[in-house]
């Protein structure tokens, strides 16, 4: 008993050096009350002075971070940025990353002043940079200048100097708003919170409830999401999940895009979707998981993603919402395209090329049993050439063009090959764009490349399905769209071969 009160001169050292640090006060968000709303925990932090400091500590006292739940942490590079307080100016942002995105805006962007000269050839009518004079032009102009001063409204980088901003505050107003919901959706994508709205429901419970491709709330509804209440999370689900479920609103048979009256499909486009839609929805055959109920099964459904960016790093649950909409049908995603592993190198190194592996494909085979991925670092028609991906079938194929830039002056020659060969399989091919001019400018270039060889399955126009949230270019601060503004679709033209007999045949010869 003696012994017990015995302290060493080690131990008092440490209890004298723990008995000097700060306490951390509870929050009353700690203590469940049905009678109070919780209070912001960062209210109730202790304020730590310069004498609470252990004097024998070498390094400056960090006040520990209270995290949602009230406990604390000592991860002070957290950030937790409330709903309430997700503005702030890009330069002054306390995300790393959107500091760096300033940077970088203010080093490559130039100023759209009607005063300042052109900085590149202009061939959208809808351009801000046609209000500035041409270089023929006898009006004298000042030389571009990167933007500098950032919006107190917005919070991005849109002038050179506050009075370019000032002198063309009216044009600035029309996308002023929208830059703004930019501004605090990228902020609070980065504040740490949890996304509730990212947690993708499984398979349908029972197979006989209806998926509604009406609209953007009627399908997360009847996919029996999590009820979302506010347009931000909407915003940011629909951003991930427009590449799937434009997909699936094209080819399901209950697609809001038909034949009637302003239903956009084609009577072509009605023969080449109802093919796919056969195979998609294959009847029912009575057979289950056990030896006695299988039942053989026809090929998987092969989607062609050419010239995949961001779309092919999506999360595979996200991509997995595309089987889910075809229970009874397998598919086979394949992403073609030089930029299609695109920052994605540490998740799957590319393979060497060999006898086996010509191409480099990545496979990935255990996603789920109702889908498989596989990934080339390559264009289609080098494959196409090679017969890598014959024979093609328009019941079980079908080619998806993600914002492909067919039109664009800087990468129509990379597609210049690849049409060609796309119609020749006569499969449906999908294609989106980011705004109307892009989705226009697309079909027009087809038009031009290959009249009178394809034919429109379905007429262009605005994507359902599209995503809510909008983008902005870093290069073009007054540059915004959405990804899969427009959908439209086509294929290549198929001839219909009359046969005659002979009877026929002496009459066309008589005659």
């Not at 930019?182 to 609070?188: G, K, T, V």
């Not at 595979?316 to 889910?324: A, D, E, G, S, T």
């Not at 764009?433 to 027009?444: A, K, L, P, S, V």
Request: with cysteine; glycine share 4%; proline share 9%.
């Amino acid at each position: 008993m003696q012994s017990s009160k015995y302290v060493c001169r080690s131990c008092a050292r440490l209890l004298k050096s723990t008995s000097a640090l700060p306490r951390v006060g509870v929050s009353k968000r700690c203590i469940t009350s049905a009678n109070k709303k919780s209070q912001d925990v960062a209210t109730a932090t202790k304020t730590t002075t310069a004498s609470e400091v252990p004097p024998s500590s070498n390094k400056p006292f960090e006040a520990p971070y209270i995290t949602s739940l009230g406990h604390a942490s000592s991860d002070t590079s957290r950030h937790l940025l409330r709903p309430n307080n997700l503005f702030h100016p890009f330069s002054r942002s306390p995300s790393p990353d959107i500091r760096r995105r300033s940077e970088f805006m203010k080093q490559h962007a130039y100023c759209p002043h009607p005063s300042h000269s052109r900085t590149r050839v202009i061939d959208n009518p809808y351009d801000p940079e046609n209000r500035k004079p041409l270089p023929e032009s006898s009006s004298p102009a000042e030389p571009p200048a990167h933007v500098r001063f950032e919006c107190p409204d917005c919070g991005i980088p849109v002038a050179c100097c506050e009075e370019h901003w000032a002198e063309d505050y009216e044009a600035h107003m029309e996308i002023c708003d929208t830059l703004r919901e930019i501004n605090e959706d990228d902020h609070d994508l980065r504040s740490g919170r949890f996304f509730n709205e990212f947690q993708m429901p499984g398979v349908q419970r029972d197979e006989e409830f209806l998926i509604n491709f009406s609209s953007w709330d009627r399908f997360l509804y009847t996919r029996d999401h999590t009820a979302i209440n506010d347009m931000r999370p909407m915003r940011h689900v629909t951003r991930m999940l427009t590449y799937p479920v434009t997909i699936a609103s094209v080819l399901h048979e209950l697609s809001p895009y038909t034949h009637k009256r302003g239903g956009r499909l084609t009577p072509e486009g009605l023969r080449s979707f109802s093919a796919m839609r056969y195979t998609l929805h294959p009847p029912r055959q009575g057979g289950d998981e056990t030896m006695k109920g299988l039942r053989p099964r026809p090929p998987a459904t092969r989607i062609f993603v050419l010239g995949a960016r961001a779309e092919s790093s999506l999360p595979r649950n996200v991509w997995m919402q595309l089987p889910i909409c075809f229970e009874r049908q397998h598919f086979h995603v394949v992403f073609v395209g030089p930029e299609s592993m695109a920052n994605r190198d540490d998740e799957f190194p590319l393979p060497q090329r060999t006898a086996r592996n010509p191409f480099g494909r990545i496979v990935e085979d255990r996603i789920s049993s109702h889908m498989k991925m596989s990934t080339y670092v390559d264009y289609f028609h080098t494959m196409h050439q090679a017969q890598h991906f014959a024979p093609y079938d328009p019941y079980f194929d079908v080619f998806v063009l993600f914002h492909p830039g067919l039109g664009h002056p800087a990468s129509r020659h990379e597609w210049a090959d690849t049409l060609p060969q796309l119609l020749e399989t006569k499969c449906p091919i999908i294609c989106t764009g980011y705004t109307e001019w892009d989705m226009e400018r697309d079909r027009q270039w087809v038009h031009e490349q290959m009249e009178g060889e394809f034919d429109t399955l379905l007429e262009p126009g605005e994507n359902l399905f599209r995503s809510l949230r909008w983008d902005l270019n870093d290069l073009d601060p007054v540059d915004i769209s959405c990804g899969n503004w427009g959908v439209w679709a086509f294929r290549g033209k198929r001839y219909e071969a009359e046969e005659y007999g002979e009877k026929d045949a002496g009459v066309m010869v008589s005659e």
